[in-house]
């Protein structure tokens, strides 16, 4: 069964300092995998997108690895600042339009 | 900012209404998507389109209707919904192809009274 299962459900930091979410599956065949943020109320956007042969990419303060034979990944934020409250989404991806979404990790900063 | 465009932004329609969500993108995405979302819960696919072709109907109920009009625009046709259809409605674009960054809009706000 397709599964995408995200730790932890909800997780609260002081402001300035790091934390690092995860995410598991079972998707198969693997094409591609992607974190999200979505703040509340508004679309999700995207931070990383990577496939199979990548094993770590950044944007700025964010660095998602992937580990492809375990199927982990985990998206490490740098210097938390307020404005990264919200929740984070692992997509996993089967073709072009197949998309399993894990229920997320609820991110709260605080100051 | 999103490049995804959707209107309105809030709706609330009776379940007798007949009402529409509309989306646009201008990045020559030629796959467009519909999702639902309810509070604390992962969006769930309604309908993709690729090449203004409808290729996946996630068994959603015949009162959501979807319509592509042309490459650009992505609508959803909503008729006597249920109250239970409330939830944030978002629309996606992406390449047609494996590996693309899918770009979500902001999403529609829908309440059904």
């Known amino acids: 069964k397709n599964q995408v299962e995200q730790s932890p459900q909800s997780l609260i930091i002081l402001e300035g300092k790091n934390c690092t979410l995860q995410?598991?599956?079972?998707?198969?065949?693997?094409?591609?995998l992607r974190w999200y943020k979505q703040d509340t109320g508004r679309g999700p956007v995207s931070l990383t997108i990577?496939?199979?042969?990548?094993n770590t990419k950044s944007n700025g303060r964010y660095t998602a690895t992937l580990d492809a034979d375990t199927k982990q990944s985990s998206l490490h934020i740098t210097a938390s600042q307020l404005s990264d409250s919200a929740s984070y989404i692992c997509?996993?991806?089967?073709?072009?339009?197949?998309?399993?979404f894990g229920t997320g990790t609820r991110l709260t900063v605080i100051p | 900012d999103t490049e995804v465009t959707q209107t309105p932004k809030h709706l609330v329609m009776g379940m007798t209404n007949k009402k529409s969500l509309k989306c646009e993108q201008h990045?020559?995405?030629?796959?467009m998507y519909w999702y639902k979302q309810k509070a604390k819960k992962p969006p769930e696919l309604m309908f993709v389109?690729?090449?203004?072709?409808?290729?996946i109907n996630e068994s959603v109920p015949s009162r959501f209707s979807p319509e592509c009009p042309n490459s650009s625009l992505l609508n959803l046709h909503l008729h006597a919904l249920q109250p239970e259809d409330s939830a944030l409605y978002l629309c996606?674009?992406?390449?047609?192809?494996?590996?693309?960054?899918?770009?979500f809009g902001e999403g529609s706000w829908l309440t059904v009274v």
């Open positions: 997509v996993v991806s089967v073709g072009a339009n197949n998309l399993f």
């Open positions: 990045m020559g995405h030629r796959a």
């Open positions: 996606a674009s992406s390449q047609a192809r494996p590996g693309n960054t899918i770009y």
């Open positions: 389109y690729s090449y203004e072709k409808l290729s």
């Open positions: 995410c598991n599956y079972t998707v198969s065949p693997f094409s591609n």
């Open positions: 990577m496939t199979f042969s990548e």
